[in-house]
């Protein structure tokens, strides 16, 4: 049973502002039936206030007291106010939510971006204009998820899945959510870092570079391999040339090799050099 | 919550029935001893453990009181059964089971996959009834173990297991069953059903959680997974679960007393399951009409939310079960649903009803009172019912 606060059971036993604005001007629709939840929500704005709000959801508790969560917080606000409401505004609001059900606040946000474009008269084509689909499964962008990685300082792929269910079914994109997930994380850090003295690293010693390879491999990669039956052992380090032989689990796709490899490189990167460059023997 | 619950959810778990806490009782309070013991305090509970051991030998049709090893679960008797048996045959490598067995089975082999074992998953059509063919075809010398669940704990429905066993028998693979969801509801004898091993778990009729049993056919080559004391032959070694071991026995004896009464749970489950479908418009039933348990129906609603049924008909005092993805905590519909090809739209408004003998008809008509209303604010709420009925609009998916 999910641990649902008790705003959130008295918003999905009696919803607010349920039902469709028939002259509405703007209207955001996501998700879809095959995916297991959606939301199409309907704003009626005038001189840039939302004078009103409806939506409809098909969707479990979480996703019905989001919704009703998100059309109570943004009726009264101009549009600007709006747009400042982020997925954890609507988290807030409910009192939290189980981590699994985070998609659903997602969701609400989302469905406000597409309204507040439509108002605009933006049109949206679905995936050009929102980045590149990470996820077939559920057709999550990578824009959405980078978006949610910052707003709500997500640590790990499984966050990304609780959050957008990116990687939560057929599992074949967890390496390019580790990517993004890295890429991410990383730019935090130059953020955290100061900018100003730009102050290289000094470079490793030869003995220090392989050691820090080796605790790489030991204590961060070969977990994450083996995790999928998979394994890694380092053959040899050559200057910033690692060699390492790796076994997949899934012997017919070459791509996962190549991801496989991927994923390895940009772990070394991270933890050693970032011009480190794996070579697979 | 004030009500009383209409519990519709007995194959996740049963009530214990009250003959069988009575009967368990002692064993909590003046009867500690160890049955394994050389007093006669210890002693005369090992007399209690044999009882329950020939009323669930009896149960099944077991031949030999001998036959019946008891477990911590169901889970334990399913992995007991497969490891068993791959142990003792290190040099066979392949394993037959289906897509729709239950999580006890399935990850064990998928577990067994990654260890370099080669698993067939055999198939169901739209109805969940097993590709008998490919079955047959898929057994090879290599073949060290055929699991088949007997019925299907989502759906209800019930593979043929006599038909696999005779053909199995004949070809000299080993069978195990899963058969923690038809014992207590449907007759079992292993006499008839040329099957090596069984498996059940007592809190699926009315016995307490953490109390199972395997059903070893004589001569049966198979290898403890747990090894220490003499207990259950060294089969099974670790201190008896007493209390649960005797609770099981009552519960068996019951169940076999009470197999008539899974008459009339079938009568409320047919008035159920056909009001359902002759009242809604948007709602289908999953898995065969026929060949099935007398207690489960599942039925699948379309343009609403499993989940979201479920926490409404909660309000209402009604407890039941989805394969919608939302309930599970994973991120798909149930696998069981997937295998039989359902479609996604309804897999996610799959609603299951599970009932026992204490279930009443007042509590079936007061649920076909309250379902409507749920299920009619679900579709208030959805934006593809509206768009169906009004616009004539395509679903988009
Ligand atoms: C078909 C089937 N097998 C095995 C099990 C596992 O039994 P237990 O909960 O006793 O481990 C269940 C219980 O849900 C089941 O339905």
Known sequence: ?281 | MNKKTVYLDNNATTMVAPEVVEAMLPFYTERYGNPSSMHDFGGRVEKDIEWARHEVAQLLGAEHDYEIVFTSCGTEGDNFAISGVLSYFPNKRHIITTRVEHPAVLNLCKQYEREGYRVTYIPVDRQGNLDLDMLFDSVSEDTAIVSVMHANNETGVIHPVEKIGAFLRERGVLFHIDGVQAAGKIPINVANIPCDLYTISGHKFHAPKGVGALYIRRGTRIRPILYGGHQERGRRPGTENVAGIVGMGKAAELARKFLPEEERVKKLRDKLENEILARFPNVSLNGAKEQRVPNTTNVGFEYIEGEAILLYLNEMGIAASSGSACSSGSLEPSHVLRAMGVPFTSAHGSIRFSLSRYNTEEEIDYTLKVLPEVVDRLLEISPYWDNERKCGREIKV
């Not at chain 1, 939840?37 to 979480?62: M, N, P, R, V, W």
């Open chain 1, 1 to 281: 049973m999910w641990d649902y606060t008790d705003k959130v059971k008295i918003l999905y036993t009696k919803p607010k502002n349920v039902g469709v604005i028939e002259d509405a001007n703007a209207v955001g629709e996501v998700g879809s039936i095959v995916c297991g939840d959606a939301l199409t929500l309907y704003l009626k704005i005038e001189d840039g206030i939302i004078k009103d709000a409806k939506f409809q959801t098909f969707g479990c508790g979480s996703a019905i007291a989001s919704s009703s969560a998100l059309t109570e917080m943004i009726i009264g606000k101009t549009v600007e106010e709006a747009e400042k409401i982020t997925n954890r505004d609507i988290v807030e609001y409910l009192g939290g939510l189980p981590e699994q059900k985070m998609h659903c606040s997602v969701m609400g946000r989302e469905a406000l971006d597409k309204a507040l474009a439509n108002w605009r008269g933006e049109e949206i084509e679905e995936e050009a204009h929102e980045g590149e689909i990470v996820c077939q499964c559920f057709g999550v962008t990578d824009a959405l998820i980078r978006k949610v990685i910052r707003e709500n300082n997500l640590k790990s792929v499984e966050d990304i899945t609780n959050y957008t269910k990116a990687g939560g079914a057929c599992g074949s994109c967890i390496h390019k959510l580790e990517d993004i997930l890295q890429e991410e994380l990383k730019l935090q850090q130059s953020c955290a870092d100061n900018p100003e003295t730009g102050e290289k690293k000094k470079p490793l010693t030869n003995i220090r570079r392989m050691q820090l390879v080796n605790e790489t491999i030991v204590d961060v990669i070969r977990p994450i391999l083996q995790k999928d039956g998979g394994d890694i052992e380092l053959l040899d380090v050559d200057g910033k040339k690692v060699y390492v032989a790796l076994r997949g689990t899934c012997s017919q796709c070459v791509a996962s090799m190549v991801t496989l490899k991927n994923l390895v490189e940009a772990k070394l990167r991270e933890f050693v050099e970032d011009d480190i460059e794996v070579i697979e023997k």
